[in-house]
């Protein structure tokens, strides 16, 4: 008798309609790979869906950002006894606090943009920090309410927009360069992605407007290099204490130097997303990345 799956999908986040995208993809696999699955949709009630949850083997997480993945539906999930996929509830607060994770990593020697975390209400010298540099919220993902702030005009607007999703902000400095991404399912190391949007930042239009955005994958570096980065990500994945499936994102510089920016736990895994792509490029099908999800979660 096959497993019943549950596809957890939607939420309150800024990242909700990128979260239907990934879980009606991840239903449909599930669904073709014969599971019992059933969709499960929620905005603000994920409550009065708990007794669903309760009676299905594994809960499939599709959730981006917000309570998704900052650990506390996984808190809840482990306080009931609920199965799920991604990453605990330890691993998913620690990575979705950029200070926190960038603090770990660059205490065993990962390199890391320089960073200033800011709360709100805070007074900020912009005279501090060298131009260009990254105002972001502390805890968002999809790059949303993140600014390359190239001239001073522009500082003020920067922080104004970071702070209108969290209390917290980085302002971080700016890496020109490449950016690449490292995607990690069970613990093996996919083909690294460099991306290269038609705009300036990969923002949230370049990653899920298909034609927006040129993914070279595997990324045209040399061996070595390459091996060095899969070596770091996989690090970074363990210090963090990652578990199933989740993508590191770095800027590689004008000398080959590595910065090490952020974690996902639960990446995206629409038509345009990173990860199928890395899977893709070692001839693993939608189908089968999720089921190795799956097999992983209910064998822990």
Known sequence: MSAKIAVLMGGPSSERDVSLNSGKAMFAACESLGYDTISVEFENDILSHLDTLKHVDLVLIALHGGIGENGRIQGMFESLGIRYTGSDALSSA?????????????????????????????????????????????????????????????????????????????????????????????????????????????????KYTKGMTEYICPAELDENLTNMIHQTALEIYTLLKCRHYARVDFRLDNNNQYWFLEVNTL???????????????????????IDSIIQQALAN
Request: aromatic residues 8%; charged residues 25%.
């Open 94 to 206: 620690i990575c979705m606090d950029k200070h926190i994770s960038k603090l770990l990593a660059e205490d065993v020697g990962i390199f890391t943009p320089r960073w200033k975390r800011i709360r709100k209400g805070k007074t900020i010298n912009k005279l501090e920090y060298a131009l260009p540099c990254v105002i972001k919220p502390n805890s968002e993902g999809s790059t949303i309410g993140l600014t390359i702030v190239y001239e001073e005009s522009k500082f003020d607007s920067a922080v104004e927009l970071a702070f209108s999703y969290d209390n917290e902000i980085l302002i971080e400095q700016f890496i020109d360069g490449k950016e690449i991404t490292v995607s990690i399912v069970e613990n093996e190391v996919l083909p690294i992605i460099e991306i290269k949007p038609s705009h300036d930042l990969y923002d949230y239009e370049c």
């Open 267 to 289: 990446p995206g895994m629409t038509d345009t997303s990173l990860v199928p792509k890395a899977a893709a490029a070692n001839g693993v099908t939608f189908e089968q990345l």
